[in-house]
C-alpha cells in the first residue's frame, strides 16, 4: 500500500522559489507516476505536472512549463516540485498523488503562502 | 482544452436521502473519469475510476455512471459522513491533460 507524506509548511516571499517533496513508501517507487496538483485557498483542483522516475522526463501543464521543475531521487523514494516566480497566486495547498486512472493515494498536501 | 462543468453547485440532502451529482465534458472522453470526495483541511478521496469502477474501499452506496460527455455520481441512502464537495476529473495518459470540474457541495439540509 503506497503511502504520500510531504514536507511541511512555507512561507515565502514574492519573487522566490520553493520546493516540496513528497515521500512514498511501498510499492515500487520507479514504477509509479507521481503528479503535482495545487488548490488555492477556497478553490479547485488544478494539476500541474507529473513524473514516472523510470522514465526520468517530466510533463508539465502548459500554464506552468516556465516556472515548474519536477524531479525525482530513486534512492530516497521522493519527487520534488519546485516552483520559480512565486507571487500571491501560487499562495495554495500543493498536493502530490498517484496515477493513473484517477489521482490514489494523496499525500497530506503542503500549504505554501507567498507574501511580503 | 476540454472543460468539465458540475451541477448543481450546492446539493442539500437529508441524510437517508439519494443523490445525484452530474458532470458533463465540452467534448467525448469515452470513460476517462474520475470522482472524488474532499472534506475541510483534507486531501481529496478517490471514489470512482473509469466513469464506474469503485476504489479500494469505497462503499457500494456510492456508484458512477456514464460515457462520452454526461457522467453522474449517485450516493444511495446518504450518510453524515458523506458530506463535503465532490468533484469530478476528466484523465487522458498521452498526451497528459488533466482537467477538474468546480466541484459540487453537498450539505445537510
Known amino acids: 500500500q503506497v503511502q504520500l507524506v510531504q514536507s511541511g509548511a512555507e512561507v515565502k516571499k514574492p519573487g522566490s522559489s520553493v520546493k516540496v517533496s513528497c515521500t512514498a513508501s511501498?510499492?515500487?517507487?520507479?514504477?509509479?507516476?507521481i503528479s503535482w496538483l495545487r488548490q488555492a485557498p477556497g478553490q479547485g483542483l488544478e494539476w500541474m505536472g507529473r513524473?514516472?522516475?523510470?522514465?526520468?522526463?517530466?510533463n508539465y501543464a502548459q500554464k506552468f512549463q516556465d516556472r515548474v521543475t519536477i524531479t525525482a531521487d530513486e534512492s530516497t523514494s521522493t519527487v520534488y516540485l519546485q516552483l520559480t516566480g512565486l507571487t500571491s497566486d501560487d499562495t495554495a495547498v500543493y498536493y502530490c498523488?498517484?496515477?493513473?486512472?484517477?489521482?490514489?493515494?494523496w499525500g497530506q498536501g503542503t500549504l505554501v503562502t507567498v507574501s511580503s | 482544452e476540454i472543460v468539465m462543468t458540475q451541477s448543481p453547485a450546492t446539493l442539500s440532502v437529508s441524510p437517508g436521502d439519494r443523490a445525484t451529482l452530474s458532470c458533463r465534458a465540452t467534448?467525448?472522453?469515452?470513460?476517462?473519469l474520475a470522482w472524488y470526495q474532499q472534506k475541510p483541511g483534507q486531501a481529496p478521496r478517490l471514489l470512482i475510476y473509469?466513469?464506474?469502477t469503485r476504489a479500494n474501499g469505497i462503499p457500494a452506496r456510492f456508484s458512477g455512471s456514464g460515457s462520452g460527455t454526461e457522467f453522474s455520481l449517485t450516493i444511495r441512502s446518504l450518510q453524515s459522513e458523506d458530506f463535503g464537495i465532490y468533484y469530478c476529473?476528466?484523465?487522458?495518459?498521452?498526451?497528459?491533460?488533466?482537467?477538474f470540474g468546480q466541484g459540487t457541495k453537498v450539505e445537510i439540509k
Open positions: 498523488a498517484r496515477d493513473p486512472m484517477g489521482f490514489d493515494p
Open positions: 511501498g510499492g515500487t517507487f520507479s514504477r509509479h507516476t
Open positions: 513524473i514516472t522516475p523510470v522514465l526520468e522526463t517530466p
Open positions: 467534448q467525448s472522453i469515452g470513460t476517462n
Open positions: 473509469t466513469a464506474s
Open positions: 476529473q476528466y484523465y487522458n495518459n498521452w498526451p497528459p491533460e488533466y482537467s
